[in-house]
């Protein structure tokens, strides 16, 4: 059976981009605003608080790591209060050098390695509405060995440099989501993951995309009554089963179109459709442009 959580990776196709090492001393507080794209960050020393808007507070420790799939505006400081200083997100560090807050002499009280990266899916937004705001994961030693395995190949210029951090980050992103406590998600794929029966529907609509998946069908293979799984289906993923498989195949559907190489005919048959002309319809209704003015890239 396929695994939705890596379908989801592998389309949203990340790429590394500005990761850097952080610490502070003192009293100390920086202000990111709202800037859309995957932020990270691993504590190795000390502590600091971090306060995400739209959530509750929270206290890093070393050993914490927190992800971000769309980086709303956040604060990071120390633990005493102080004057916020507003920074860029977008901002990078010259290689090699540690960016300093608060106290600039002496040793730091806290050191973190994080930064952030993109997403080259034409999806990325749909996608990432399914996942978590905001992921905190106490005690993964694990993720805090793949950032500083992400930050030592950022800061090596050899051959192979580009694809070995893609594919760190697709590996780091896929720990952090399973390491996730999925309890404490938000509705949406964690969730639904995290629900045996919500969850063998998701793997048969992601392992045969090309399927005619009907409610009862997919009732069926979650064992449930078709009003019952529809209810839980929505109230655990946050979407009603036909949206998601439809927001699914137009996803594929898009990855495929960008690739060429494929008749249209083709592409509609890999997502489950019996036609062109049906396939084309639907894509024209759900995307705003017909599938061969996307594949051109005049979307």
């Keep these: 059976?396929?695994?939705?959580?890596?379908?989801?990776?592998?389309?949203?196709?990340p790429r590394a981009?500005?990761?850097?090492?952080?610490?502070?001393?003192?009293?100390?507080?920086?202000?990111?605003?709202?800037?859309g794209q995957p932020g990270f960050c691993a504590v190795t020393e000390g502590r600091c608080r971090l306060a995400v808007e739209g959530e509750e507070p929270v206290v890093l420790e070393a050993g914490d790591f927190v992800l971000l799939p769309?980086?709303?505006?956040?604060?990071?400081?120390?633990?005493?209060?102080?004057?916020?200083?507003r920074r860029d997100p977008r901002a990078s560090a010259e290689p090699g050098v540690e960016i300093?807050?608060?106290?600039?002499?002496?040793l730091p009280d806290m050191r973190q390695f994080g930064g952030w990266f993109s997403f080259d899916s034409p999806d990325a937004a749909l996608l990432?509405?399914?996942?978590?705001?905001?992921?905190?994961?106490?005690?993964?030693?694990?993720l805090a060995q793949l950032v500083r395995m992400v930050g030592e190949e950022a800061g090596r210029d050899e051959i192979?440099?580009?694809?070995?951090?893609?594919?760190?980050?697709?590996?780091?992103?896929?720990?952090?989501?399973?390491?996730?406590p999925y309890d404490a998600a938000r509705p949406g794929l964690l969730r639904g993951l995290a629900d045996a029966r919500i969850a063998a529907a998701l793997r048969g609509m992601h392992g045969d995309v090309e399927h005619a998946w009907t409610v009862p069908e997919l009732a069926r293979a979650a064992g449930m009554s078709r009003s019952a799984?529809?209810?839980?289906?929505?109230?655990?993923v946050g979407v009603r089963p036909m949206e998601y498989l439809l927001a699914w195949r137009m996803a594929v559907a898009k990855t495929l179109l960008r690739g060429g190489g494929l008749a249209l005919d083709e592409v509609a048959r890999r997502i489950?459709?019996?036609?062109?002309?049906?396939f084309s319809t639907a894509f024209s209704r759900h995307v705003g442009l017909p599938p061969g003015r996307f594949a051109r890239g005049q979307g």
């Design 100 to 106: 300093r807050h608060g106290r600039q002499d002496g």
């Design 17 to 35: 981009i500005f990761p850097k090492r952080i610490s502070g001393a003192g009293r100390w507080a920086v202000r990111y605003s709202s800037f």
């Design 70 to 85: 769309a980086t709303p505006a956040f604060t990071m400081s120390s633990i005493e209060p102080a004057t916020v200083v």
């Design 1 to 13: 059976m396929a695994d939705p959580l890596s379908e989801v990776i592998k389309l949203l196709r």
């Design 128 to 142: 990432v509405s399914l996942l978590p705001r905001m992921i905190h994961i106490r005690g993964a030693p694990r």
């Design 272 to 278: 489950g459709y019996g036609s062109a002309s049906t």
């Design 229 to 236: 799984f529809f209810d839980r289906f929505t109230r655990m």
């Design 160 to 180: 192979g440099r580009e694809l070995i951090l893609e594919r760190l980050v697709e590996i780091l992103l896929i720990e952090a989501l399973r390491t996730a």
